[in-house]
């Protein structure tokens, strides 16, 4: 994916303007850079997974304004109030951005610009395609060491950086001797690095001589304006609200979107085919036990659940011929006994008791040895029952199922 970096021209200049533009690729080489018309760049656009806009400084107002601590959301409130004496006309017509406070003293940076201008702006760029854009100033862009200003000069403006969110821009036709005074004399007396057009480098280091003092002439490169717009993080997209989010294609999921439906109708027709079959064999298999019960049971006229009925007639019966089943108290208590007595100690039995099919053994602790429940749960399993320790020196011996 890559980031397409496009320095537009002027308000002034119309919507046929020149924008230069850079394509960098996520290692930050320039894949591609050349100029064109805004609308024009249609298929970088949409190929690129961001865009970043880099307004014209002559377009951008960074006022500095003493803001109170406040929240952030309470900030973006009082800003119209903030800057209304700085501002000629209506605060509620721009869109007002604060930059992070720099300093104790309370002044922050604000950027100012015309919605009017910058929302169709960014709403071109979005139906072009972009998926992510901001919009920096360009002032802001230049790269910038600490105690010097960075200026760039052409033959239709001069921007100048003289602080981490200081800057401003003046759209103004020049020779490159008016340009060189004009940077220098914005400067002041600070080191000045200054960026002019390369085909004009030799020409303004002939000029650099009498224009003063620490000035560094460097020819204007994409890279200077990419690395940095790395050093702000002053953008004005979020500024214009749900204006500068991308508004959901739902042409492009039109299809996805009727496959997926189409999967869920499938699918719940299938689980209703399942259910339906599988409701069938349930009645199926009901009826066959009920038919098998009144062929047991003949003169039982209630039947609720033939399965569970037919499984106490024949616990009944058993018991009526003599043979105790698996999870009465009478076998459950006769195996534990007769495990118990193969223990080279006998234990002291507390209590029982028989609840729902299982016997609760309470023990003295004094009279368990180590390793006596793995011996009697050994011995139980051969008569299929299993024995657990419930609480401290309370086991429970119940039926597991398994076959004596």
Not at 193 to 218: C, F, K, N, R, S
Request: hydrophobic share 50%.
């Amino acid at each position: 994916m890559t980031t397409l970096y496009i320095r537009l021209p002027a308000r002034a200049d119309g919507e046929g303007g020149l924008s230069r533009f850079a394509l960098v690729a996520d290692s930050g080489a320039i894949d591609q850079q050349g100029e064109g018309v805004l609308r024009g760049l249609g298929d970088l656009v949409a190929a690129s997974r961001r865009v970043v806009l880099l307004l014209a400084a002559s377009d951008v107002t960074l006022l500095q304004v003493k803001a109170p601590p406040l929240s952030a959301l309470r900030l973006k409130a009082a800003l119209p109030s903030l800057v209304e004496e700085q501002v000629l006309g209506d605060p509620a017509d721009c869109v007002l951005t604060v930059a992070p406070a720099q300093s104790d003293a309370g002044l922050r940076s604000v950027a100012v610009v015309q919605r009017a201008w910058l929302e169709p702006l960014v709403r071109g760029v979005l139906a072009l395609g972009a998926r992510q854009v901001a919009a920096l100033p360009a002032q802001l862009c230049l790269p910038l060491l600490p105690g010097h200003v960075s200026a760039c000069v052409s033959d239709a403006d001069i921007v100048v950086r003289d602080g981490l969110y200081h800057g401003l821009g003046l759209a103004i036709a020049s020779t490159p001797a008016m340009a060189l005074q004009t940077a220098r004399a914005l400067a002041g007396d600070a080191p000045l690095t200054l960026y002019v057009p390369g085909e004009a480098l030799a020409q303004y280091q002939a000029l650099a001589l009498d224009a003063g003092p620490a000035i560094t002439l460097e020819a204007d490169a994409w890279q200077h304006w990419i690395a940095g717009s790395k050093t702000t993080t002053l953008d004005l997209v979020p500024g214009l609200g749900a204006a500068g989010a991308r508004a959901t294609d739902w042409q492009r999921w039109r299809w996805p979107i009727r496959l997926a439906l189409l999967a869920l109708v499938v699918n719940l027709a299938g689980l209703n085919v399942q259910w339906l079959q599988q409701r069938r064999e349930a009645g199926a298999l009901r009826q066959a036990n009920l038919q098998i019960y009144k062929a047991a049971f003949p003169k039982d006229t209630v039947i609720q659940d033939p399965v569970l009925q037919m499984r106490a007639n024949i616990a009944r019966a058993k018991a009526a011929g003599g043979q105790a089943g698996t999870d009465e108290f009478t076998y459950l208590a006769a195996a534990f006994g007769e495990a118990a007595r193969a223990l080279p100690r006998p234990l002291a039995v507390a209590s029982l008791d028989y609840r729902e099919r299982a016997l609760s053994v309470k023990i003295k602790p004094e009279s368990v040895d180590p390793g006596v429940v793995a011996t009697l749960n050994t011995a139980l399993a051969g008569r299929g029952l299993g024995l657990t320790e419930a609480a401290p020196a309370t086991w429970q011996v119940r039926n597991t199922g398994a076959k004596p």
